[in-house]
């Protein structure tokens, strides 16, 4: 027998509330940060923006930057021109397919890419609240939107990344899944692997949900298809294996079990040496400025290090509590995504874009809003919190590295 709650169908007016409301709030939060960090601050002074971020004038770009550093630039470049250069091929199709059908009555993919981030940061912000009534109860079901919409590195779900529409598929696979839609969990995973490659991942947490029947998981076959496509695509180009290449070869990824985990730890406390040391001296051999940028300052680097390091730190506290107050299904995709994401370091930050990665790991903002809502600290967690969006913010909209 499905519980009731499972088969309420239609709009749910609170839900819808509280997402509006949590969409305006936050993403005002971050564009007036950003837009003043850039009148203020300026660019980071080796900061280069491709002109496909810059099309609209001074003006015009000015009100886009919050949303247009960095990894955007080869979106819009991919929903403009297609897959015109080998590095880009690390960069999955279904964000800048959809950010070209939306811009087109537009005439420009840069404001499709930005349509799309937000309507899918607005869907997504509505299945979570809809999820986490039906997992935890309706009293935790705002303060988890607060908490992913103000989490540190949430600047991201209104940037030109696929954070956001990669938030809405696993959300929406999730909660198809928990209504009995086995067919809809089953293509919001397989489009959640057209968007990134650990979108396959889903189908972990899928086989897990103690409401699946034999049958019903016959249907999780179907999540690896977005993945399959791609390899697909690139093989009739001549190179199957063109993404990862693409990530070895332009990002010196390389597979290592868990080796951004060792190696982080280790910057972690040669960073701290560093910073001890000053900005006179490498303790940390510096990376070529052809790999990491402005990185090859020393004591920017060892931020760096230490901030991913932070963040991995609040990730396995939060899946320790997710594992305790939600069903196994949620710990085991947080658990089998984070391994994925510490098993891929690079040559010069082992944990680069972690911050970016754990901010999609929606039940660890779950559980933090919980922990903070029975202990009457909600306010105080969110205050902290917004903070750091506010600073990161300003980092990212001037080209520092963030994540």
Known sequence: MVPAAQMRWGIDSAALRDTWRTLVATRGLVWAVGVLAVLRLGFEPTAQAPADVRPFGW?????????????????????????????????????PLLARAAGAPLGSPLLGALLVALAAFAVALYLLH???????????????????????????????????????????????????????????????AATRNTGVLLLVPLALLPCARRRDRLWLAAV?????????????????????NAQKTYWFRSFEPFGGLVHGAWDGAVSLAQIAAGPAHHVLAAPTPQQAGQLAAPLTLATVNLTDLAFVAFALVALAGVARRLPRAYAAYTAVALAVAVSAPTAYEPLMSLPRYVAVLFPLQVWLAMWAV????????????????????AEFATWRWVA
């Open 130 to 192: 809809r999820l986490v009534a039906l997992e935890a109860g309706e009293r935790y079901a705002g303060p988890a939107l607060l908490a992913v919409a103000l989490f540190p590195t949430a600047f991201f779900f209104s940037a030109l990344y696929t954070e956001s529409l990669f938030l809405a598929l696993s959300v929406g696979a999730f909660y198809a899944a928990r209504r009995q839609r086995w067919a809809m969990a089953a293509l919001c995973g397989a489009l959640a």
């Open 224 to 244: 690896p298809a977005g993945l399959v496509a791609y390899l697909a695509y690139w093989a009739h180009r001549g190179d199957a294996w063109a993404p990862f």
């Open 374 to 393: 029975d202990r009457g600290r909600l306010a105080q967690t969110l205050t902290v919190s917004a903070a750091g969006l506010a600073l990161l913010s």
């Open 59 to 95: 003006l015009g770009s000015l009100l886009t930057l919050p949303a247009t550093p960095w990894d955007a630039g080869h979106y819009v470049a991919i929903a403009d021109r297609g897959y015109d250069e080998p590095l880009r091929a690390a960069f999955f199709p279904l964000y």
